[in-house]
């Protein structure tokens, strides 16, 4: 199967603009956490007496250095799955960082009920990863 190629829109442009710029002023030494993350986070952060700077991430949801992480809760995940979003992010994870992991938090025990999610497999979610 042939690849198609890569058509970059406008909104890419400045997306990949963005990136660039927060990866010319990081630095290497902090944590940087987004600022959509979950007040539970934080506190999080702040019991354990972890020192971090609060930024809106222009991608992931954690950054240290060259490793990023992107946190999804379950429902989060398969819903960026199915709108494309995920592959997105992914992908400029990938173009832009050494270093990423993504977390998928949650019980798949909860999709059972979740109406966004019914007739999606365990083998959906894992091999739309596995085209990335």
């Given amino acids: 199967m042939e690849d198609l190629p890569i058509v970059e829109s406008e909104q890419e442009s400045t997306d990949q603009a963005i990136i660039e710029g927060f990866k010319k002023g990081i630095d290497q030494t902090k944590l940087y956490v987004d600022t959509r993350e979950p007040p539970k986070i934080y ?9 971090y700077t609060k930024t809106l991430l222009p991608i992931g949801d954690f950054i240290f250095g060259d490793i990023c992480v992107e ?7 398969i819903n960026s799955m199915r709108s494309g ?27 059972y009920f979740n109406p966004y999610v019914k007739n999606w497999t365990l083998e959906h979610h894992l091999g739309s990863l596995a085209r990335i």
């Fill in 43 to 51: 506190e999080y952060l702040d019991r354990q007496g972890i020192q």
């Fill in 71 to 77: 946190r999804k809760e379950i429902v989060d995940f």
């Fill in 85 to 111: 979003h995920m592959y997105k992010q992914l992908i400029n994870m990938q173009n832009n960082l050494k270093r990423k992991f993504l977390i998928i938090r949650g019980d798949f025990k909860s999709l």
